[in-house]
């Protein structure tokens, strides 16, 4: 069925020039971008998406990472498209992800892995909500 999901392009994939790269890969797998734009994180934004990392090890690092340089926020839509994206972006550990995945081509940093991207429909909705309102969303339709 169809599904909506969230993506970003993390401030390692901005800063390396991956951004065109990235939609390519997504646009002609067919699916469809939704919604796009470029922000700089705060740190209140930035720890209201990563809430369930608080407490871990690795929060602080995440937090300085990720509100570092400027990411790439989109909504993509097509069939399947939460698990689809998540196969294409590859293991959170790059050391793990198979060659022919964004980050299994671009990453081998645990902490910096150039892309996010939501792991169930119920993240997505949440995920997408942070940055987009519903109305800065555009339907397949209204791209023809
Ligand atoms: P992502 O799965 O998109 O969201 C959580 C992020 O935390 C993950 O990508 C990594 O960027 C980061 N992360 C996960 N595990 C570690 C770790 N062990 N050390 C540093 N960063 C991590």
């Known amino acids: 069925?169809?599904?909506?999901?969230?993506?970003?392009?993390?401030?390692?994939?901005?800063?390396?020039?991956?951004?065109?790269?990235?939609?390519?890969?997504?646009?002609?797998?067919?699916?469809?971008?939704?919604?796009?734009?470029m922000v700089k994180i705060d740190r209140p934004t930035a720890e209201r998406l990563y809430e369930e990392h608080k407490g871990k090890s690795f929060f602080e690092e995440l937090i300085s990472y990720i509100t570092s340089g400027p990411v790439v926020c989109m909504v993509i839509e097509g069939d399947e498209a939460v698990s689809v994206v998540r196969k294409m972006i590859g293991n959170t550990d790059p050391k793990e992800a198979p060659p022919g995945t964004i980050r299994g081509?671009?990453?081998?940093?645990?902490?910096?892995?150039?892309?996010?991207?939501?792991?169930?429909?119920?993240?997505?909705?949440?995920?997408?909500?942070?940055?987009?309102k519903e109305e800065e969303l555009v339907t397949p339709l209204a791209q023809v």
């Open 1 to 37: 069925s169809i599904q909506r999901t969230f993506v970003m392009i993390k401030p390692d994939g901005v800063r390396r020039n991956l951004i065109g790269e990235i939609i390519s890969r997504f646009e002609k797998r067919g699916l469809k971008i939704i919604g796009l734009k």
């Open 105 to 132: 081509d671009y990453a081998l940093s645990k902490a910096e892995n150039v892309i996010h991207a939501s792991d169930s429909e119920e993240k997505a909705k949440r995920e997408m909500s942070i940055f987009f």
